[in-house]
């Protein structure tokens, strides 16, 4: 009987938690679809005035493709690094090991303000503040420890007798890495590729610091507006970058379900 | 005993461990780019930001001659003001400035000092004679009679080193008086050790609250079967990838007077007025541990999957009621999850900066707030600096625990 009361409790409690968790996101799709103007529940009518406002207008629509600009080149940079790096460092034991792993995994701790600050200062003198491509480098370096560690991941269940097997047989080692190893690594490679994206897509502090107008991107443009009067708009942003998560979040489960299969883990 | 040797007649041990080194090194070979370009484009900002806390500022390349009589002035005691050389020295250097239009640089500078400073500069080079009425001493009290104080060239004197440690002094509310000893700030210009010491509370109450409401969803999590635990775990991670913005967007929208929290207290009849749960404490801690809660969750949901439910099976079949063995068993053996959750919670949140900006009130910023106002607003980047040294020191002395107790393979992603 007691065991029965601690279930039920142990599932309100869980389930109000993950209710704690989704519903603030669910609660603001209606309100994007709302005939009026004001953000409250429930909305007198349903329209797409606010999808069509967001989507014709050159601010929302240059601020979304600096996103995608500057989620490209800092994704590219840090899957490249990220992904060699970890191969690297994989079953590679040296004095110093530690010391350099938390080095390479610092970026993900690090207090943003201190790395927008620090490349406020250093971009200025190289020219790139105010430039997509300076935001691409600095979110790249925040990107890569995902990819990293990822990656990390995914080679602890690589077998290397695979590799062995395909260089006793005589592949170079280039052909070795295409043919054998990136294949089995990829969910890994993808799913920090995801993640390094995400972080650039959804970073403003370094933005801030680091943009002028016509480099605004798609955070700092919603920064903006939530700052200076939220609007249905904003909320119809909002709604679409839920849409995107969940499409990117279930892509990143498929993968890693699918890297536990190919590991023979699960 | 034979040694066993390879082809080429040294030992195998020899060979293999050479085999070994050089794999070794062409790991570490493949690892160098990334380890470069972690050092040029985050380490070296960072080293940048070090450096300008204790950067003084452009005094003694301006006014080299007056820089250097002035630290001679500061060895002297008691201090009286500077004699006429230094007079003479310092109109003859103001003159300069201002032709070479290097002046403007340096009264901003001494605003820092004393609000008041920077036009008291402007004036006197504007006003200031070719030659001297009398001394250049009483020629420049005459100008203005700030210039017979000591405070002026005490701080002139300490804008003239090239180092200071006048801006961490400042960050931690202390300041060197006209006779360059440390005094504490007056309490009413004391603003920054307070909002460290809050920046620590709210995050200390925030990883409190993330905690409670974790433990029961990651034991619950840990406990079903393998499919159901994944379905769930998705709504977990949902908020985790949705940008921060949209996360914030949803609350500022909820908590307003008119959100649906209010709405539904007041239909409930449990208040007359709407509460005010937005732009004060109440609303940065509720969305901070919205947005913090799955870093909470996922350690402490891994470690307790790694727990053999067999455990509490024989203590609650040796007799122990249940929640003798949960208090005995299986709470000390999830305590390495809570270690790591609590550690990365804390760590993330004392950074915070957007959701406190944009849903707290004035007494809720955080001290990334006060950087970004210094750097962005003041342009006082000598103490925004300092700031940033400060709360990077509380983060890396954190994160050395994190690393000691958790170790680097334990940040784990879903």
């Known amino acids: ?266 | 005993m034979e040694t066993m040797t390879a082809g080429d007649g040294r030992s195998l041990r020899t060979a293999l461990r050479r085999a070994e080194r050089a794999r070794s090194l062409r790991g570490l070979g493949l690892a160098l780019p990334l380890v470069l370009f972690t050092l040029v484009f985050f380490v070296l900002p960072i080293a940048g930001m070090l450096v300008k806390s204790v950067q003084n500022g452009p005094m003694p390349a301006i006014m080299p001659q007056t820089s250097a009589l002035l630290q001679q002035w500061r060895g002297t005691d008691p201090r009286g003001l500077p004699d006429e050389a230094v007079f003479a020295a310092f109109a003859g250097e103001l003159r300069t400035a201002s032709q070479d239009r290097t002046l403007p640089e340096l009264a901003t500078r001494l605003n820092f000092e004393n609000a008041g400073y920077r036009s008291l500069l402007m004036a006197t080079a504007r006003r200031l004679p070719e030659a001297p009425a009398g001394s250049w001493r009483d020629t420049l009290v005459g100008l203005n009679p700030q210039w017979g104080e000591v405070g002026i060239w005490a701080a002139l004197g300490r804008a003239s080193t090239r180092l200071t440690d006048g801006y961490l002094l400042a960050a931690l509310d202390h300041r060197r008086d006209d006779n360059d000893r440390v005094q504490s700030t007056d309490a009413s210009r004391s603003i920054y050790v307070a909002s460290l010491l809050r920046t620590l509370e709210i995050s200390a109450i925030v990883t409190l609250i993330c905690l409670v409401l974790a433990y029961p969803l990651a034991y619950r999590l840990a406990t079903l079967p393998e499919s159901t635990a994944n379905l769930l775990m998705i709504l977990v991670l949902l908020p985790f990838w949705t940008s921060l913005l949209v996360r914030t967007a949803s609350w500022l929208v909820i908590l307003q007077r008119e959100g649906p929290i209010n709405e539904m207290l007041q239909w409930l009849g449990l208040i007359d007025q709407p509460l005010e749960l937005v732009f004060n404490r109440p609303g940065v801690i509720i969305a901070m541990t919205h947005v913090l809660l799955p870093f909470m969750v996922l350690p402490i949901y891994s470690v307790m999957k790694g727990i053999p439910p067999n455990y509490m099976r024989a203590a609650t079949s040796l007799g122990a009621p249940f929640f003798t063995a949960f208090r005995r068993v299986y709470f000390p053996l999830s305590l390495p999850g809570v270690t790591a959750g609590c550690l990365l919670v804390f760590i993330l949140a004392i950074g915070y900066y957007i959701t406190p900006l944009l849903i707290g009130g004035a007494n809720d910023q955080m001290v990334s707030a006060l950087i970004a106002f210094l750097t962005l607003q003041t342009l006082n980047w000598g103490l925004a600096a300092a700031l940033g040294t400060v709360l990077l020191v509380i983060t890396i002395a954190l994160y050395f625990v994190y690393t000691r107790v958790v170790g680097t393979d334990g940040v784990k992603l879903g």
């Open chain 1, 1 to 266: 009987m007691g065991q029965r009361i601690r279930g039920i409790l142990l599932w309100t409690v869980s389930l109000l938690v993950l209710a704690f968790l989704v519903l603030p996101l669910l609660v603001i799709v209606p309100i994007s679809f709302s005939s009026a103007s004001f953000l409250s529940l429930p909305i007198p009518g349903v329209s797409l005035r606010w999808y069509e406002a967001l989507l014709t207008s050159p601010a929302w629509g240059r601020a979304i493709l600096n996103s995608f600009i500057v989620g490209a080149i800092a994704t590219v940079i840090a899957v490249a690094l990220g992904t060699l790096a970890a191969i690297g460092l994989h079953r590679n034991e040296f004095r110093g090991k530690a010391l350099l792993m938390g080095l390479l995994i610092s970026p993900m701790i690090v207090p943003i303000v201190i790395v927008a600050l620090g490349s406020y200062f250093f971009y200025a003198p190289l020219g790139l503040s105010s430039s997509l491509l300076g935001l691409g480098l600095a979110h790249a370096a925040l990107g890569a420890p995902f990819v990293l560690v990822t990656v990390s991941a995914t080679l602890t269940g690589f077998d290397a007798n695979f590799a062995r097997a395909a260089a006793s047989l005589g592949a170079a080692p280039l052909t070795v890495f295409r043919r054998v190893t990136l294949p089995i690594i990829a969910p890994g490679v993808i799913s920090g590729a995801l993640f390094a994206f995400v972080t650039s897509f959804d970073e403003v502090v370094v933005a801030l610091f680091l943009t002028g107008p016509l480099q605004r991107t798609l955070p700092r443009q919603m920064f903006d507006g939530i700052r200076e009067n939220i609007s249905p708009t904003i909320l119809a942003a909002a709604t679409l970058l839920i849409v995107f998560a969940i499409v990117l979040l279930l892509t990143a489960e498929m993968l890693r379900r699918r890297s536990q299969r190919l590991r023979g883990i699960s």
